[in-house]
């Protein structure tokens, strides 16, 4: 036989066994196979994002009011113990390095109730959740040895600027949609396409966070990052798993809350979705964001020794940190979908430059502004602009970061309503607001 026609004919019975094992697969099997977009994904772009805010946060110097300097707990009897800072760095001077294992997606709503606590092994673990970002990624915001390490071979200090700045880093990742290959079986089925899918759960899994200034008895503490050593560091992972005062009985039963730092919808935040796919070509955004770069705390607590230990962690927003090791519970996630190509934006007039003063958005039938990070967010400057939000109704909520200043906004000041239109698409739209 001719060499020519026996190559063809190869390919052609390959590509027939491919596609009959993808016919014989529930939905939500397709990305555990080595599918199409694995290869190149075209479709889905990942960010992820540090901050309170969406849009146009506030930069290292605004922050604390404008001063730059890292909020500091209270201390004293059943506080922290005192602390002995010296050379305290402002929080835009201080490195800050992140080693994040993986992000995931889950479309199974019931299995994932009180916090993934029903999930109680691999098995479990991989029926539950969509692998669509497994490749692990290192940011740092300065760079951690003279030789080449992971950070610097991967862009992660572009990563990490861009992970605090707005724009959101951007993590390689598997397209969940790629199921609607095998859409070609659901069609000559049923007569149409997959209509594609609601998530309810998203999850960033950190296996480091270190920032760059913890002291032991006033004395800099030797940690290591990527497997370099670092001075003057501490990976603060282990410090925010659990919340103060959680015993080690009760740490059996819980899933750390920094593996992953988990996002759930809100029965309220799925009415109007912003975490669905759906199914085609058109592209899309998967945000997942964290309040980091706002709510950075310096804390201490005692060690094994009776020395007092100082490090940056996360403002006490929920859960008071009084010397204990553990000081959990204080950091959010959010996750949306965003399709840009009919998505339209928002200006908000109103804003009074308040440093401790947000713009956050909402969909109109939540009702939570104070314990989940808004869908979007913006300081309350008077350029305020939010760059993509997909057609809908939504609440416009002045927040105001007053009870106890600590970088999260606490306070509801004031709030409004108003609609993105199906149509016409890529719009911008205004909305009055006086904040504060």
Not at 51 to 57: E, F, I, L, R
Not at 145 to 156: A, M, Q, Y
Not at 313 to 328: C, K, Q, R
Request: aromatic share 12%; net charge negative; hydrophobic share 35%.
């Amino acid at each position: 036989m001719n060499h020519k026609y026996l190559s063809v004919l190869i390919l052609i019975i390959n590509l027939s066994i491919f596609l009959n094992c993808k016919q014989g697969l529930d939905l939500g099997e397709e990305t555990k196979l080595p599918v199409i977009s694995t290869l190149f994904n075209n479709r889905m772009l990942l960010l992820l994002k540090g901050t309170y805010a969406t849009d146009n946060p506030l930069d290292w110097s605004e922050l604390n009011n404008g001063t730059g300097d890292l909020y500091v707990d209270a201390q004293g009897e059943g506080l922290d113990p005192i602390m002995t800072l010296v050379n305290q760095p402002k929080a835009g001077n201080m490195p800050i390095f992140l080693d994040i294992g993986e992000v995931r997606i889950s479309s199974k709503f019931e299995k994932g109730f009180n916090e993934l606590t029903q999930i109680r092994d691999t098995i479990d673990s991989n029926r539950f959740w969509d692998f669509i970002a497994p490749n692990r990624q290192v940011f740092c915001t300065v760079t951690y040895s003279f030789d080449n390490n992971t950070c610097t071979e991967s862009n992660g200090i572009m990563k990490a600027y861009d992970f605090f700045n707005g724009i959101g880093a951007q993590f390689p990742s598997n397209d969940p949609s790629s199921e609607t290959v095998g859409g070609v079986a659901s069609a000559l089925t049923t007569g149409r396409y997959w209509f594609g899918r609601e998530y309810y759960y998203a999850g960033i899994y950190f296996r480091s966070l270190v920032t760059g200034y913890a002291l032991d008895a006033g004395a800099p503490i030797s940690s290591r990052f990527d497997n370099r050593p670092l001075i003057n560091a501490l990976n603060i992972v282990p410090r925010n798993n659990y919340v103060a005062g959680t015993t080690s009985s009760a740490k059996s039963t819980i899933v750390p809350k920094m593996f992953p730092a988990l996002y759930s919808q809100l029965f309220t935040q799925a009415i109007q979705s912003d975490m669905m796919i759906r199914d085609g070509f058109d592209p899309y955004i998967l945000e997942v964001r964290i309040n980091l770069k706002e709510n950075l705390m310096l804390h201490s607590y005692l060690s094994t020794r009776g020395t007092p230990v100082t490090y940056v962690g996360v403002s006490d927003i929920f859960y008071d940190h009084n010397g204990e090791g553990d000081a959990g519970g204080n950091i959010l996630t959010r996750a949306r979908i965003i399709y840009p190509e009919t998505a339209s934006s928002l200006t908000i007039s109103g804003g009074g430059n308040s440093l401790l003063h947000y713009y956050g958005i909402f969909r109109y039938h939540e009702e939570e502004f104070i314990n989940v990070l808004p869908l979007a967010a913006t300081p309350a400057k008077q350029d305020a602009k939010i760059k993509y939000l997909n057609p809908g109704t939504y609440r416009a909520v002045c927040l105001g970061d007053l009870t106890k200043q600590d970088g999260y906004p606490d306070t509801v000041v004031r709030q409004t309503t108003f609609t993105i239109p199906e149509y016409p698409f890529r719009q911008t739209y205004n909305v009055d607001l006086a904040c504060p």
